[in-house]
């Protein structure tokens, strides 16, 4: 794909939404964390229903270990792997309060150095609560850009990198978001809904479906 039809397709992405963000429920960057730690092999709404029972007892580092494991299992008992991400919160409240005064650090070391937390989750909370130039790869944008050929790749690194390097500056602060939207809502996996994308004539897949 050429950087003039990449610059097109971000270019109806942005009209399209303007202002896009996660749809993650989150009011402080720690809210922010936690959610997307919790958010591995779950859907975003029943991570948004855990939280919102989870935070309404406790949304700050402190306030969690003062919660209790228990109590936060309970909290979170409706996601998948809700026992392990309970561990994950904890020690990863221990770690805020250890080496970041409570808060939630700015750089990916700091960030992939606390306990469940990846690369992904990482490039979540620097791009959606600090604003910088991220991308997140989720099986959606790998799958939006290895379909469409915006950025193919083999791997997830591989197409993290290529959209980091291919999309144009003035999207990429967005990009992230635009891409698992329409992921999730357009380009889906089984059935892509190729005959209300807003961009499938600059879409490079083989196999659209533009008819029922």
């Known amino acids: 794909m050429n950087r003039e039809t990449r610059t ?3 270019a109806r992405l942005r009209d399209a939404n303007p202002e896009p963000t996660t749809e993650l429920v989150w009011h402080s960057p720690f809210e922010l964390l936690i959610a997307v730690l919790l958010s591995a092999q779950a859907t975003d709404v029943s991570v948004n229903k855990a939280t919102a029972k ?3 007892q406790a949304n700050t580092p402190e306030g969690l270990l003062e919660l209790g494991l228990d ?3 309970d909290a979170i008992k409706t996601i998948g792997l809700y026992n392990t991400k309970a561990d994950n919160v904890m020690a990863t409240c221990v770690q805020l309060l250890e080496r970041h005064g409570g808060q939630v650090p700015r750089q990916r070391e700091a960030l992939e150095a606390l306990p469940g937390v990846g690369r992904k989750t990482a ?4 791009n959606t609560a600090f604003g910088e130039l991220t991308m997140a790869v989720d099986t959606h944008i790998f799958r939006v850009s290895n379909r469409t050929r ?5 791997t997830v ?3 993290e990198d290529r959209l980091m390097r291919t999309i144009p500056k003035e999207f990429l602060k967005d990009a992230h978001h635009w891409l698992i939207l329409h992921g999730r809502y357009v380009c889906k996996a089984r059935k892509p809904e190729c005959n209300r994308c ?3 004539d600059l879409c490079e897949s083989k196999t659209k479906l ?3």
Request: aromatic content about 8%; proline content about 4%.
């Open 8 to 10: 097109a397709i971000f």
């Open 71 to 73: 109590a936060v299992r």
């Open 54 to 56: 989870l935070f309404a």
């Open 123 to 126: 490039n979540v909370v620097l």
């Open 157 to 159: 690194r591989a197409v």
């Open 210 to 212: 533009l008819s029922e």
């Open 198 to 200: 807003c961009i499938q």
């Open 150 to 154: 915006i950025a193919p790749g083999k």
